[in-house]
């Protein structure tokens, strides 16, 4: 009896000790990843608008109010994004805009795992059209190199200026 | 079921059925729920989500409170996922997860959902490297769905502090879940009459009590404050809510929600997956209005209320139980419970279970030497015959009517082992508690003054303790041989003893 209840109780405290354990084990998250170099930003994108002239029998469909001899549908240019990191290119993409309709901001959002040192990095950002952008920035570009220790991340990222910079947590 | 088994009779053999933590493992969710409610309101008195980790600081660094309780708060969550996986294995393994039963299922399964999600949002709150991890991996998850206009995960890029709102808004499903938790717990047991929704209490305070000591003795650290311009390295994980997170990260998002949503579709379809088929699915209860006296002992006992009483069509005064199937497991224990055997399912019903010991002793030739062991389909019994005791079947000792037992003992038969389940494993929730009812304190259908009790004996003995079972039998054979050989009564008349007179028009 004595013996069952020593059983007993030490698989209580093992079971409640293990769970304790388990809520707390450390885990190792950083791997092999080093560091990082993240890109992150919004614009607010560059419009396209694409118009047709309307012929007679539509604009005679339509109510009195709303014949206007164009038709026009606005949205917003994807644009191209090209990374290199140690001068080898590791993004050749194309960011749409967000939303059904394509009228919606661009995002851009990604981590890319580097080594922990030095490390050259080139952001291009351009818009794939560029027609009657008139005033709106079109071209995004951040060129330069990044010390960076080991858990570090490199933010390249929109200032307040309108153009991309980096931020580090030095910075 | 064979795993369950074992595991079943290795804590018995420690625990002591009663207070087997496998059997409790639903109530031991509800009681970590109630630690969690109790813990959590002190630690909110001191969170501030305009300094999540500064105020979880503040908290730890009370030594004589605040440290021990967050531990405590934590550790129970974990127990409370792992009692909830236990319990749905029971379940799932015991075939009690379709039919009347799948309500209770997916609630379930809706309601471990609900604590995952609770639980993330709390390590959240903490807003150390654990809660940046499952933040942020949250959020790219998140993304993938076409549901924000604005990706989540930006939030967690260090572009820009992550604002007061953030916290006070996560601070809000913290507290709001919880009432989903309760609201989904009330479904969970709807269906179930008499709900027992805490363990015993030695071992609810020896549970709590236990894990108050580990979390005094052993607080959990507090990891790294999050930095979103910084990659969390070695984090203090808790690996019950946070087990995904090493093999998520760096996986696409789709394939994360593809195996997310296997799993919860698999769990959520396991009543339709083990619903046996219509031939073989056991029919539910039915009331014989001829015999029913309108007594309401069925309409009591009935564990899953799927008994009402309604007024008679049949120009008797009075009412008549009535069965609704979408409610009956099929348990039986309606059958125990009526005395003019007028009520249970198809075959099972006192009447038939007459018949069947009646035609069982006709072709077993026992005599007053000769053990027989009632034995519940469930139980330890197992076979026709357990260390030289032939075995007489039932569905549940809930299910037996102890004119069955009056039956064999007056027959002559040596003596009547019942094999039941240990109360808390009955797979009629409520089948062993009555027929101890019955057999002992008179209740409806009592086992008759006249019949010997010392023929008759109960073991407890779970499906994995064949062991235990055939001990009680040699203890009782034993004790049988020591009583005179027992008067036959192989003349007894089960219509005139069972017939009652006013159903008798």
Not at chain 2, 261 to 280: D, F, I, N, Q
Not at chain 2, 374 to 393: D, L
Request: hydrophobic share 45%; proline share 7%.
């Amino acid at each position: 009896m004595t013996v069952r209840r020593a059983a007993a109780a030490l698989l209580a405290i093992a079971a409640t000790t293990g769970i304790a354990w388990l809520s707390t084990a450390p885990t190792d998250f950083l791997g092999d990843a080093g560091a990082a170099v993240r890109l992150s930003w919004r614009v607010d994108g560059v419009p396209v608008e694409a118009c047709r002239t309307r012929t007679e029998e539509e604009l005679a469909a339509l109510p009195v109010h709303m014949r206007s001899p164009l038709e026009c549908e606005r949205t917003l240019a994807p644009f191209a994004l090209d990374v290199d990191l140690g001068g080898r290119p590791v993004v050749r993409d194309t960011v749409f805009p967000r939303g059904v309709r394509g009228d919606r901001p661009l995002y851009v959002f990604r981590d890319f795992p580097v080594a922990p040192g030095r490390t050259a990095v080139s952001v291009r950002f351009e818009a794939l059209a560029a027609d009657g952008a008139e005033g709106v920035p079109t071209r995004y570009r951040w060129n330069g190199e990044v010390q960076l220790n080991s858990g570090d991340v490199a933010l390249v990222t929109m200032g307040e200026d309108g153009q991309l910079e980096l931020r580090t947590p030095e910075s | 079921m064979r795993v369950l088994a074992r595991l079943d009779a290795a804590f018995n053999a420690l625990y002591g059925w009663r207070w087997n933590p496998l059997y409790h493992s639903g109530a031991l969710v509800v009681t970590c729920f109630a630690v969690l409610l109790a813990t959590g309101l002190y630690l909110l008195l001191f969170y501030r989500t305009g300094a999540p980790y500064a105020s979880v600081a503040a908290i730890d660094a009370q030594w004589w409170g605040g440290r021990w309780i967050r531990g405590l708060h934590r550790y129970v969550s974990d127990l409370a996922l792992l009692a909830a996986v236990v319990h749905g294995f029971r379940m799932f393994a015991q075939r009690r997860s379709w039919g009347p039963r799948a309500l209770a299922w997916v609630s379930g399964v809706v309601l471990l959902g609900i604590f995952f999600v609770c639980g993330w949002t709390g390590y959240v709150m903490v807003w150390d490297a654990h809660g940046q991890l499952l933040a942020a991996e949250g959020a790219r998850l998140l993304d993938a769905l076409p549901v924000f206009s604005e990706p989540l995960g930006r939030a967690f890029t260090g572009e820009e502090p992550l604002p007061g709102a953030f916290f006070f808004m996560n601070l809000f499903a913290h507290i709001a879940l919880p009432i989903g938790i309760a609201l989904f717990l009330w479904v969970h047991v709807s269906r179930l009459a008499r709900v027992q929704l805490l363990p015993p209490r030695r071992l609810l305070w020896g549970t709590v009590g236990l894990f108050a000591v580990v979390a005094v003795l052993w607080p959990p650290p507090l990891g790294p404050e999050a930095d979103l311009l910084r990659l969390p390295a070695t984090v203090p994980t808790d690996w019950a809510y946070g087990f995904w997170l090493t093999a998520s990260r760096g996986v696409a998002a789709g394939w994360v929600w593809a195996a997310g949503g296997a799993m919860a579709l698999a769990a959520l379809l396991v009543p339709v997956l083990t619903k046996p088929r219509a031939a073989s699915a056991p029919p539910p209860s039915w009331v014989n209005p001829r015999y029913c006296t309108g007594c309401e002992q069925c309409y009591e006992d009935c564990p899953y209320e799927a008994i009402s009483m309604v007024p008679r069509d049949d120009g008797r005064e009075g009412t008549v139980g009535l069965v609704d199937p979408a409610k009956c497991v099929s348990c039986g224990v309606c059958a125990g419970s009526c005395a003019p055997m007028g009520v249970g399912p198809p075959g099972r019903t006192g009447r038939d279970q007459l018949a069947q010991v009646k035609e069982f002793l006709a072709g077993a030739s026992l005599g007053p030497g000769d053990m027989v062991v009632v034995g519940c389909w469930y139980g330890a019994t197992g076979s026709t015959e357990v260390a030289g005791a032939r075995v007489f079947p039932i569905g549940c000792v809930g299910n037996l009517h102890t004119s069955v037992i009056e039956y064999l003992v007056r027959a002559g038969i040596g003596g009547v082992l019942v094999a039941a389940c240990p109360p808390r494993d009955c797979q009629s929730r409520e089948g062993v508690k009555w027929f101890h009812e019955r057999m002992h304190n008179g209740r409806e259908a009592e086992l008759q003054e006249r019949v010997d009790r010392g023929r008759i004996r109960v073991a407890y003995a779970a499906a994995g303790e064949a062991r235990v079972l055939r001990d009680a039998l040699a203890g009782f054979r034993a004790h049988v041989r020591l009583l005179e050989a027992a008067p036959g009564e192989h003349d007894f008349n089960v219509g005139a003893e069972c017939e009652v007179e006013e159903t008798a028009t």
